[in-house]
């Protein structure tokens, strides 16, 4: 019962503090950006030394290296945090913008105007930073945020979560602007999803557990953030050095984003001069191979690969591969096997990257180019909320104007109806 008033209480000060945000000017939006990015620099001591608590449970809990490399922060990782709020600060306040504008026969001026959602309730795991570029996100937009992160990093955000608050506060922002709710409870997020007379939209980012629970038990709309089954196609008319730096990249920069390649699609007639010395190179580079039949009979090392394989997202150096007949066996794996999140081909046949392009449902498709780039900031964006995998409203890594929607303003001069 306590931990419900204190919850419901969190979400109705995020909702008054959403009404004064709503038509808060820009400058003072930038101020206590521009503040919070002074103050995560100003704490970052304090910061990594409540990381390295949740770094020290997480070992001590047997989790993952790459759960602990998601989880991890250091000085550079924290100045990345605070450049991430001064690129979101750069970035024009979205809140008023005329969309769209048009005059009826009757001399109605009507036009489509941008305004914030309200609040915005964030769920998510593992990755501290999440709590900084969200909140930076949400309150340029106008909006107010609920921030609930897993127990994992609890130390990590709540070091964060205050830096936030206080320079906001100072700088003008209401109170209850930026939200924690402070327990490990997994009840609270029960009580978080039923608030629907306070908070407006619920984003889950982090595990498929997560974000089934979320979608299941929601009563607010949500966006899903969902797994990153990634594929690189390489097409039979691919340029194979460019394939080669290209697939690396994708899957070895940093295997425990969403964004990195999952498994390889290497065409037939290619795959002999291409795989061999690729999947060389992958396992120097300490990469686990589980290939197809034909991938094990062509290079030696190779795991064989199991259906549940290519269904998988490892967010680590793991590494299906499947050689494929043609292009078209190559959308139907994607279509099959795809999270909907991001694709790309390798090749020198405009046709085929035209085709791939159109015919390819994922939120990003790339012609040429690593699938590690589908990231807000690299977009230039500032920074991102996460990537969904929807369709609605949002689609890919989302920016300033998915965190807004849009009221229809009517001028007129005593028209009436007839």
Sequence with gaps: MALQKEIVAIAKQAKD?????????????????EAMA????????????????????????????????????????VKKMSDDLRAINALNDPIGEMIKMWTRPNGLRISKMRVPLGVVGII????????????????????AVILRGGKE?????????????????????????????????????????KQIDYIDLIIPRGGESLIRAVVENSMIPVIKHYKG??????DEYADLKMAEEVSFNAKVHRPSTCNAMECLLVHKAIAKYFLPGMVRRLKKAGVEIRGCAKTVKLCSGVIAATTEDYATEYLELILSVKI?????????????????????IVTNNFPNGIRFLKEVDAACVYINASTRFTDGNEFGLGAEI?????????????GL?????YKYIIMGNGQIRK
């Design 229 to 234: 089954i990634c594929h690189t196609y390489i």
């Design 124 to 143: 998510y795991e593992s990755r501290p930073n999440v709590t900084s570029d969200c909140a930076g996100l949400c309150l340029k937009a106008g909006n």
């Design 17 to 33: 503090a959403s009404r004064q945000l709503s038509h808060i000017s820009s400058d003072v939006k930038a101020g206590a950006l």
């Design 401 to 405: 104007e998915e965190l807004t929607t």
């Design 324 to 344: 494929v007949n043609s292009f078209q066996n190559a959308l139907d794996h994607i279509a099959k096997y795809g999270s909907q999140h991001s694709e790309a």
């Design 386 to 398: 996460g990537v969904s995998t929807d369709k609605l409203h949002a689609r890919g890594p989302m």
């Design 153 to 193: 990093s609890l130390h990590s955000n709540t070091a964060i979560f205050k830096v936030l608050v206080e320079a906001a506060e100072k700088s003008g922002l209401p109170k209850g602007s930026i939200n924690l709710i402070p327990v490990a409870d997994r009840e609270a997020v029960q009580i978080m999803l």
């Design 38 to 77: 002074d103050g995560l620099l100003k704490k970052k001591t304090q910061i990594v030394r409540a990381n390295k608590k949740d770094i020290a449970n997480a070992k001590k809990a047997k989790r993952s290296k790459a759960f602990i490399e998601r989880l991890m922060l250091n000085a550079l990782r």
